[in-house]
């Protein structure tokens, strides 16, 4: 190991030119690391970061998934170390053995993982190194624990302390607006025109959370839209014709559009405070605003309704929706003055029943955006049918949209009641639309 | 619990109010540290947050040593789990049960300290947290996990790559400035002028980590002079009437001064990241700079050799020496031209000796200074006679000062050496320096 | 008057509303422009030339002729004062006389205007306003005068010293941005992908300049492509799909395109000003670079070519030219060999001498790149047989493009040497190539 | 000319050094100023015109008289030119006319100077050469005219328009806030911590006008108090012990000192526009203010009052009012209660008398002071005695202070009846005071 050591240092910059020919294989990467390991609190660190990063950029997809495996074989935590602190902690459960534990079950990667953060732009390169490695998971799910360990790391670095929140105008480089362009999932950003129609008109704001080390790369953005009254379709408000209102006349402000932009960081929420943070950032600005509301999609909707509609029997749907959602298969139905009439009397209905009842094998809530804001201590409002006719929304939703209410002084409440007793807080008017429909005797397993 | 969660919510603001007249015990923030660990993706974590903090500031001394004690007793990790999770890694070493060893043995304080950090200003708050458990671990030395915790912590969050390097100069703000002149430790700084000729004149440099969250508050700095060649007294350097020399003249680059600014982050260590990235910036910047050395204090010089000449038997100093050095014990020596030649010829070689060999009780080489630069890979190239005649230098070193040179070609051999095989790199002069007193019997346990 | 200033006074806001609805005359704008001239040193300058900037933007186009034609009658010198200073230094022409005829003589609108500056966004206003007066001018020659001030004014304001020089790039913010892609007058930028290409590259850069108090709006600017040589043609610089080269191994820095960006400011001359400085700043950046080169239209070619063609007797084309030149009357002549490698021979010839030696009425060099270029010191290098073969080149040049060359050591004399001798510096090729048509007899007037 | 022009040219960059040496003469100057003027459009003005400039601060005092004087002699209008305009415009006193006599009768300096700005630092250098013309004027009166053409230059450069507001704190860098120290001329500021006690309470504020040519280099500044009541005497705003109040509960803006930076400057009014804009940007930030108001000095009146007491009659002064003010001239008078109590009676009177009533020989008011706030629209509202007890204001004022106060919507009025009518804006309480002494008959030669 000296001897390598004694290479590399003699050799500097030379080692540049070496990576680039040879393409290290994840093994050489692994001799890298463990010269990083190896003195504690050495100043090169930095050059020899940005060299195994460099070596980890360099390997092809065959190449990196050896690299994850050398990890989760050779840079787990000592086990013969660990069995001894676990047996000394059994015999005497002093804090003494039992910080003994926690030092010697904690993985050997994860020292690395801070290490390799000293480079510049470390954070950014060990972000898109777990993208890589989420993407081997569903073959690989051996490298779960290697993915355990990088979420536990995002979770101090990415910690909301360290966020920072910032309004995206107009003023903006263009360095970041392309990349809100590129990141928007739920309603396309066709292009820069419609892009500022959505962050340089008075009525319309975009914010987004950065951490100081990612630069100009945003974590996770919302777009907001501030009306006169909750609306129930998502075209007027991405009209290109529409004329503005002045901001300071709006009673509501809309959340039209959530969208995550580092995949690297899947499983690390900034949502919820994102969405309260800018509630209230506009309370400050705008006296008048009253009413904090959303407009989601209902992802989940479509293909749960495929599941029901096609169970020989379904604990759901009543007899007679069946032959009413059977004009769902029908091409355009939107068009047709007669099938959007029939449907929008029994869609709704079981719209607000998925929403409010569904729940999935782990006993969640099946919608994942009704998850989340019910998560946060919203309110689920309105159901609105056709409320979006783009061809995603028609596949995934039949058209349906959904507003959540923020209310405040009942974000906590809700909350508390969705986490620890599964409560799901709903408008009086949602409520009975789920009514409409019969109770299911026993859809999911655990389900009240 | 869930009644006193109503209370809060329902309350919202009163809280601060309440807070101040009452003076919250430790107990009480226990049961808000309680309420922020209860709910897990909540957003008002902020808002709670930042009401522990400030009602923790609110604590007098034996409130803030209550608190401290509560987190010991109640937030570390649970005994009975853990105990669980290590018989069950024992009967089986698997991955999973590995993992779950480490998630029970995490104290639960340490998420706490997490969540603190949401709040605006948390991580300066828990910085100064730490300090006043500094001061309280020598009479409450069961403090020590907690001490423990925090530095797990700082450590992460203080990552090499979270900070950055800063220019000081006369365009910095005021507030970052007094700042300054607040924390330098070594030679201090006597008003906004003595600022001003550190970092206002063509051949002085000052630089400065930051940490994103701590705003204007440096972590630690070093000041640099450009000169034409190694200095041996620190006088010259501070001259107030010295002529500044152009800079790209220069060929050395001296480092007279480093403090660390925040002692709440005592033990994280960023000084040899610091002096290594200000050698590479200077080096693009003036190409003709060859040399680059500290001034260095001795701190624990006059404290060794008081105990060395008090000693009945000093391995280390020769009979004849002791004459000569009890002419330091007369005020003034300095001023007398006969002590002064007379000390010129004895003192140096004691003072090469105990920079290169006295260590202490850890075995740990004995002047912190030294370590600190040894211990970054730096070679001891120069003992200074009457380096510094100012009252404290006298007073802690007799007047010697060292000059460390950094040689980046040899750092990491002379780091390593160090750090592996306890080997003091010296220049060939120190050494026959150090070699002009005996070599001592058997100093230190397990010297070599 | 003072009624109406009291009216005003104590209106207050009022007035803003009042203009609204009842659209100010030119004549009710003089008497706010009365009021503001009234009191010197008043510090409500400001809301009132607000005022009266906000009136003169709610006129119609009739009401903005009706306010020049009063700044025109109304508020040029005073004859009579202005007779009585003549007649008194005519009879001792004193420094105090002389110093007081131009106190006479300076018409009251210029002190107008300088105090409409106070408002924010004044000076826009008045560069708006000037180019309001340019359209006016064909049809009322008598606002000359008008003009003459402003202009004078501008020249002041703009003074070189005042601005600013910024690199745009990808970094700039949109705002910026889009004006760049408005005002390209050249080579039109098509969409964001196409101003991307020609900012983010490693081998283009654009720079511009700005004026503090005109924001974001930028005065002039001039894109550069770096390059391994002086190139003939345009579309292989914009090509969307090559490959850029490494910046530090260009030897060639090429202004491909530059914009003036405010007609209102006509006649304020900041082109040479800016070539001078991005050839600095490039040299200082990249020391490799040695040829500066502009890849020009020649935008009156073809007007002048056809004039010369269809004149009975042309003292320029030769007779055996003439069927080649009918060459370019066929559709689609560029596309065919034999006519685009006949042409080849002739058209280089001909817009050699055009460049060189066509001059206006006005004794001018007829073409306007050219006149800029040379009058700014640059060589005539090279005439490029279809350079551009868009249709604005092929239609205004036929194709042809030049290199002007701009070596600084000949910038001054070159300069002199066209503005005291109209003399053309160009290279011998073209010199030779524009001997190869018969020097012309009588041209111009003044022509040598 | 020409020969000397290629010299220049040719040995480019070698000037710089030739100047060093023979330091060059007005008269060389001269022909650098030509070769400025010579060549119009021409880029290289940027280089010369910083070659001229530097040649200037080469000169000793004695050098850059003649350079005065030679832009006087030779840079004037051409005094034939001229004549040959006024004739013309006599016979036919046209627009064309009329404008050409404006273009002959411009000096060639002003151009000169206008060229000179091209330079970096241009501004600056040229805002130093008059504060050195300043210095010479009363030696050398011919030079009035070329003082003249500076302000005429200054007053269009320096327009409302370019001037920025810029709030200072401690947030401000080091550059700017000595400069702050530096040029605070009414109560001196004796070191940083006296300077933070101004800027860094809440209760505290300064704000000054900067130009973007002279980057940190403030033209004005005024320091604010916000107080809850008009305030009498100085010391408790300056007192180093007082407790800060909230700001928010402040009613009163007390602007306690205005501070002129650029003696080169003289003459160009910023401070009624500074105290507008900081009276409606504090009214936005805190909307409890509700009076504006200054504590100002009395330069001018123990001077006055000396010659009205040395006089055999004074018709200002009461025979009885002259024992009182005899004791004026015992040391430490303040420090007597009854001196104190006796002059307490009668100074006001005889100040409130001088501040509405003295005027100097050209008739205007006779206090720098009170002309500056009263002309910029203020009321004297209150006459302070013993407002200041400091050494200069004892010598200047004996002691006393005044507040004028701005109320917004009466600031035109009052200025009108100012500068039209020369009437004086005072409280009833002072007009009561001022009558307390008998009218004076015949005080200045046009005093109504």
Redesign the interface.
């Known amino acids: 190991m000296?001897d390598l050591?004694?290479i590399i240092?003699?050799r500097?910059r030379a080692l540049v030119d070496w990576r680039r020919p040879r393409r290290p294989s994840g093994r050489a990467l692994g001799e890298l690391a463990d010269l990083l390991l190896s003195?504690?609190?050495?100043?090169?660190?930095?050059a020899r970061a940005r060299e195994l990063l460099d070596g980890y950029r360099a390997l092809d997809y065959a190449g990196r998934t050896s690299f994850f495996r050398l990890l989760v074989e050779t840079y787990?935590?000592d086990?013969s170390d660990?069995?001894g602190a676990?047996?000394r902690?059994?015999e005497d459960?002093s804090?003494v053995n039992?910080?003994a534990?926690?030092r010697s079950?904690?993985?050997r990667r994860l020292e690395l993982f801070?290490r390799l953060?000293?480079?510049?732009g470390?954070?950014a390169d060990l972000v898109a190194m777990r993208l890589d490695l989420l993407e081997r998971l569903p073959n690989h799910p051996e490298f779960w624990?290697l993915d355990?360990d990088l979420k536990t790391?995002f979770?101090?670095?990415f910690?909301?302390?360290?966020l920072l929140l910032r309004r995206i105008d107009?003023?903006?480089?263009?360095?970041v607006?392309e990349k809100i362009i590129k990141y928007e999932a739920v309603h396309a950003i066709h292009?820069?025109d419609d892009l500022?129609r959505r962050i340089d008109l008075p009525d319309r704001r975009l914010y987004a959370f950065f951490h100081?080390?990612l630069g100009d790369d945003p974590l996770i953005f919302v777009e907001v839209a501030l009306t006169g009254d909750i609306p129930s379709a998502i075209q007027p408000i991405l009209d290109r014709d529409r004329t503005p209102i002045e901001p300071g006349a709006a009673t509501t402000a809309v959340f039209y559009s959530i969208s995550n932009c580092q995949k690297g960081l899947q499983g690390i929420?900034f949502g919820?405070?994102l969405?309260?943070?800018v509630v209230e950032d506009l309370q400050r600005e705008f006296r008048d605003l009253k009413t904090f509301v959303t407009l989601s999609p209902v992802p989940g909707f479509a293909g749960w309704l495929e599941r029901e509609r096609s169970a020989e029997v379904s604990s759901v749907l009543p007899a007679e929706t069946r032959p009413v959602l059977d004009r769902l298969d029908e091409d355009g139905w939107w068009q047709d003055a007669a099938a959007r009439d029939e449907l929008s009397r029994v869609l709704p209905q079981v719209a607000a029943w998925y929403l409010t009842r569904a729940r999935d094998r782990r006993g969640r809530l099946a919608d994942p955006v009704a998850r989340f804001h019910l998560?946060?201590?919203a309110r689920l409002e309105r159901v609105n049918f056709a409320g979006d006719l783009s061809p995603k929304a028609l596949r995934t939703a039949h058209g349906m949209m959904v507003n959540y209410l923020y209310r405040l002084?009942d974000?906590?409440?809700n909350?508390?009641a969705f986490?620890n007793d599964r409560k799901v807080a709903a408008s009086s008017a949602v409520t009975k639309l789920a009514r409409g429909l019969p109770a299911p005797k026993a859809l999911v397993p655990s389900d009240a």
Chains 1, 2, 3, 4 share one sequence.
């Open positions: 000296n050591l004694q240092g003699d500097g003195v504690p609190g050495e100043a090169s660190g930095v787990s935590a086990r660990l069995g676990a047996a902690f059994l459960p804090e039992a910080k534990i926690l079950a904690e993985p801070r953060n000293f480079a510049p470390g954070t624990t355990d790391l979770q101090s670095w910690n909301r302390g360290f107009w003023q903006t480089s263009a360095a607006l292009d820069w500022r100081p080390r929420s919820n405070f969405i309260k943070q998560g946060n201590g002084p974000i906590e409440k909350h508390e986490v």
